[in-house]
């Protein structure tokens, strides 16, 4: 995970015990991170406007979109090893290559279906589609790699199905999208067309309760693992 405030990555093992930093004096308020087929970690460098991927010993591999990122936010990677990352500011989404060329960026700012507003956190889905929290439109777009629009559902609200300020998505396994909904405090699940399916969290400090959820993932047993922000802690639902 990333530690804005200290302008690292943190990494915990699977049972949350802490193994490492990586990322000082290289990175600038990061903000998404993710890890490729190769197990290098891959963080939106937002204060450096760029991406910067990450070998486990903290050694930089490659960085990408210097010049071409205004605010990167959310990243994530292709099997293929290429990589896509959102750019919050620009309201658009860019993806590279393995060999860090450029490939393709689309997204222009508005509430159109196809548009954005401040994207925040993407993810990958089993079909290669690219999932974009489009944090500003309260909704979740798909979009094929090449930026054509699949799919778009989440509407502005707290009930069922409905957020507020996206600010994370996970795919799991069986390509149910998982959605920080940070407005409303809570975690959302989606099935892979995009109708409602449940609802973890609510505003709280208890075990299971959450206070502006910042960031989520799904492990390999389907563990849902969530950046709790306001209490500064990581929970597995």
Known sequence: LFDDWTHQVVTFSKDGSFLATIGGGVLQCPRGVAVDRE???????????????????????QTLGEGA????????????????????????????????SAECSFGLEGSGVGQLSYPAGVAVDREGCIV??????????????????????GSRGGGPGELQAPADVAVDGEGRV????????????????????????????EVGRLGCPSGVAVDASGRIVVADHIHCRLQAL
């Open 39 to 61: 197990g290098c970690i891959v963080v939106a460098d937002a204060g450096n406007h760029r991406v910067v991927v990450l070998r486990r010993d903290g050694s930089v591999k």
């Open 69 to 100: 990122l205004q605010r990167p936010w959310g990243v994530a990677a292709f099997e293929d090893g290429g990589v896509v990352a959102t750019d919050r500011a620009g309201h658009r989404v860019h993806v590279w290559r393995a060999d860090g």
């Open 132 to 153: 974009v929290a489009d944090c500003g439109n309260c909704r979740v777009q798909v979009f094929g790699r090449d930026g054509s629009v699949v799919r778009c559902f």
């Open 178 to 205: 998982v959605v920080a909904d940070r407005g409303n405090h809570r975690v959302v699940v989606f099935d892979r067309e995009g109708r409602h399916l449940r609802t973890l969290g609510g505003l709280g400090s």
